[in-house]
Structure formats: C-alpha cells, structure tokens
C-alpha cells in the first residue's frame, strides 16, 4: 500500500476511535511480537490495517502447546491435533513475505512427523533470523537431525538447540558461517564433532550431552568468550575438555557427573588449569582430591579468581 493511502487509513481508523491501529507498523510488529503464532495471525480480523501485518512480523513463535499437543497426547487424538498443527504451521510459513528478514525464529515441537518438522525448520532459516530456537521435546537427542544452516547463518546471534543431533560438519558451520554468532546453547543433543570454534563468541552453554559420537577429546576455542556452562550428566567427555580462551572469560560452570569418575583425575587437572584466569569460578563433581589440594596448588597463580564456588 502507497504510504499517502496508508496514512490516510490509519488517520480515518483513529478518528473512528481505532488509536491501536493508528500506530507505525514497527510498534504493531512489536506488539505481534509478543504473541503466539496463531494469536498474532488472528489479528488480522480486527481491522484492514491488521489484515496483513503478521506477514511482515519479525518474530515468529511456533509451539504445539497451542494446538494442545503435550508429551503424552497420543493416538488418534494426537493424529487430530498434530495435523491442524501441521496445516496451520505450513499454511503460516508458506504465505509470510519472503522479503523481509526474521529477528526470530522459535519453534517448539515433538518429532512426530520428522519429514515435516525438518521442512519447517528449513524454511524458518531461509528468513535469517537472528535468533533461531529449535527445541524438540521428548525425544533421545539423536531422532531429529538439525539441517544445515548454509548461507542463512550469516546474521545469527544467538543459537538455541534442544533435543537435536548435531552431525560433523556441525562445528564446521559455527566457525566458518556463523561469523556473528554471540551465543550457543545446546542442551540434551547428541554431538558428532568433538571441537567448538568462535571468533564471535561470548556465551557457550552445553548442557547435558547425551552422547558424544567421537569419543576424543573435547575442544573448546573462543577468545572472546564471556560465560561457559558446561553439565555432564552422563561422562560424555571421557578423554577430556580443552577450554583455549583469553582473559575474556569471566564466569565459568563445570558439573562432572559421578562424581568425576569417568573424568579422570589428570582430565580434571588439566581443565582447572585451562580455567585459571577466570575470576568466577563454580566447580560440581570434581573428585575432592583435586577440587581441594590441587586447586590450592593452582590458586597459587589464579590472580583473577575473585570467587570459587563447590557444589
């Protein structure tokens, strides 16, 4: 629409006491920004100015919740629901303008129909979001296989992965592809590649690995690297994490899992070492004799260590 025929309809609807719809499309967008997808699409019954705003909206939130999907919907019922879902999803993905980038994509979801959930994320990244959430409940980790993000991961920030495996070629797109990439969090995923390396990076939180399919040692490089959270709940890392970054690192969380029997005592060593800049430090399930006689040994020259904490 010209921007003299939008106006003029936006002056008519305030005078008509329509004020909402009166407002710039950028405060419009921000408020669909904070609705659900099917909410934000409804919208476009209110009025002619709304009729095609969610078209545009730079946010698009897509969860199963909201066609009244949960973890133990199951049989017929799940079938019923799981196709409005799957139409609604589709039809929503497919009409959005083309034109216009995405600020952010979610997308929550169980791996029902994995052909489906793989075209939706798919076309979610063709839109270059800046945040990309994928969070896939109830499954192993291993069942839904994130895509590739290609050339759309040019203007990621921040990547948020639940619930996915993640092949090889994995770490290779994070370092060469994703060069304004701030944050990554990957929480229960099954990992195919054994190194993390970001020149943008500033907050890396990978919780609870289910498997580790290397088997080697974990390397992690980042020289900006601001936060680290690292949970192992299941010895995924049994030959070790290698943390390489600067003095960038302010906050870092490490929690072993058995009380770091499959961490051997000189893996647990040799990590506190790669850790000893940090001035913020919380330390779970580390064996007793490194967390407290050696760690007394390191703190000879950890001078940045302003807290350390032991859980």
């Known amino acids: 629409m010209p921007p003299a025929r939008s106006a003029k309809r936006a002056s008519a609807e305030s005078l008509s006491g329509d004020r909402l719809s009166a407002l710039p499309d950028g405060v419009l967008h921000t408020i669909l920004s904070f609705l659900p997808a099917p909410e934000a699409v409804r919208t476009s019954a209110l009025s002619r100015r709304w009729r095609h705003l969610w078209r545009t909206a730079p946010c698009i939130k897509i969860d199963m919740r909201e066609f009244g999907i949960t973890l133990v919907t199951s049989g017929g019922d799940l079938s019923e629901k799981w196709r409005k879902f799957e139409d609604f999803t589709t039809s929503l993905l497919l009409f959005r303008s083309g034109t216009i980038s995405l600020d952010r994509f979610r997308l929550d979801a169980r791996p029902h129909c994995l052909r489906v959930v793989d075209r939706w994320v798919r076309r979610g990244l063709m839109y270059c979001p800046q945040v990309l959430e994928v969070l896939m409940w109830g499954t192993s980790g291993g069942v839904f296989r994130f895509p590739h993000l290609g050339a759309s991961s040019c203007r990621l920030k921040r990547l948020h992965l639940h619930g996915v495996h993640l092949d090889s070629d994995f770490a290779e797109q994070i370092q060469s592809g ?134």
């Open 178 to 311: 994703c060069l304004m990439l701030e944050e990554l969090e990957l929480k229960i995923c099954t990992l195919g590649f054994q190194e993390i390396t970001s020149r943008s990076l500033k907050r890396l939180i990978i919780d609870t690995t289910l498997r580790n399919l290397t088997g080697g040692h974990f390397v992690i490089t980042a020289p900006c690297l601001l936060y680290l959270r690292i949970r192992d709940l299941f010895g995924c890392y049994p030959n070790g994490i290698f943390v390489h970054v600067t003095d960038s690192l302010v906050k870092a969380i490490i929690s072993l899992s058995d009380q770091g029997k499959t961490f051997s005592l000189g893996n647990q060593r040799r990590l506190l070492v790669d850790l000893c800049n940090v001035p913020n430090l919380e330390l779970g399930g580390f064996q007793t004799k490194v967390s407290l006689r050696y760690m007394f040994h390191v703190c000879s020259f950890m001078l940045q260590l302003v807290t350390l904490f032991y859980f």
